[in-house]
């Protein structure tokens, strides 16, 4: 299964909150005037200093964030799993999902970032270090908003977060508003099968989705996130979004044969649809062209 799809389902497993949506996060000086102070998306208070900072990024979606920012002099080490921009691929790299600490340790960081729940497995590794944690959430696209704004505070770029988020949203409701009152093409996100891994509302792919003019199959969150493959037949819906290897999977399926999707060959996948960054604006709009090609001119 592709990283991308296992963070999905990090975060929907462990049902995290959704945070204040349209509240900026708040930062405030430190008695240390070397420092800032900037409150997490968990509100614990957490100490960075306003120079020399030096980041350990949890995951590809966060080391996005600080090249959109102009911050990849700040960025100590990534995950090996980190491919945007390529140049992030020149930096130094560990295993997300190991509790190795070594290759972290070597780099001399001043300040972890991470992703709740996503990195539950090597957070108490991280928290042993005494190292300051920044947690973030990424469950919705609001959470991925609040994200951009809070590593923005943390590397001292408040304002150009605010104008990455503005462009976002502006380019997000632009997409909305050029597919409105259009059909709408059922779409089921899958994540893999057997068990068939999916996701409802509250979920920032259900909210681009929503954005582009398609309509989720799953209108409620099934228990652990999990449908049948005969749910998957009744649904039958009209495009799969999956990676390529779960497609393979779904075309060797039996009884799936007649799913408007496979009969049809109606796949879909963007990495950057899966992955709660600066690039999630630009993916809704590629799906919004792609549920609606005669209107794509019409979609930027």
């Known amino acids: 299964m592709k990283y991308a799809s296992l963070l999905i389902l990090c975060i929907l497993l462990t049902g995290c909150s959704s945070s204040h949506l349209n509240n900026q996060p708040s930062q405030s000086s430190s ?8 409150t997490d998306a968990l509100g614990r208070k957490v100490d960075v200093p306003r120079k020399g900072v030096k980041i350990v990024s949890c995951d590809p979606s966060i080391t996005e964030i600080l090249y959109a920012l102009g911050a990849q002099d700040s960025l100590a080490i990534g995950t090996t799993m980190d491919d945007q ?4 691929k020149l930096k130094p790299h560990f295993n997300a999902m190991s509790a190795d600490m070594e290759p972290i340790l070597a780099q001399n960081p001043n300040l972890i970032i991470c992703i709740k ?7 108490p590794a991280l928290l042993k270090t005494g190292i300051p944690v920044l947690e973030l959430k990424a469950k919705n696209l609001n959470d991925v908003y609040q994200s951009i704004q809070l590593i923005g505070q943390a590397v001292g770029e408040t304002q150009k977060a605010n104008t990455i988020v503005a462009g976002m949203r502006q380019q997000i409701t632009d997409v909305s508003n050029a597919v409105k009152g259009l059909p709408e093409p059922s779409i089921l996100p899958l994540y893999g099968i057997n068990p068939c891994y999916t996701s409802g509302p509250g979920v920032f792919i259900n909210d681009i989705i929503d954005a582009s003019g398609g309509k989720n199959v799953v209108t409620s969150n099934p228990a652990g996130n999990v449908i049948s493959n005969e749910q998957v037949v009744t649904l039958n819906p009209s495009i799969i979004i999956c990676d390529k290897y779960t497609q393979s999977q779904i075309e060797k399926e039996a009884g799936w044969s007649q799913i408007s999707s496979v009969k049809n060959h109606r796949y879909y996948y963007d990495a950057a649809l899966l992955r709660p960054g600066p690039r999630l604006a630009q993916a809704c709009a590629r799906l919004a062209a792609y549920l609606h090609p005669h209107h794509a001119a019409h979609i930027k």
């Open 31 to 38: 008695a240390d005037s070397s420092t800032i102070t900037v």
């Open 85 to 88: 921009p390529s140049a992030a």
């Open 117 to 123: 729940d996503e990195n539950g497995g090597l957070l």
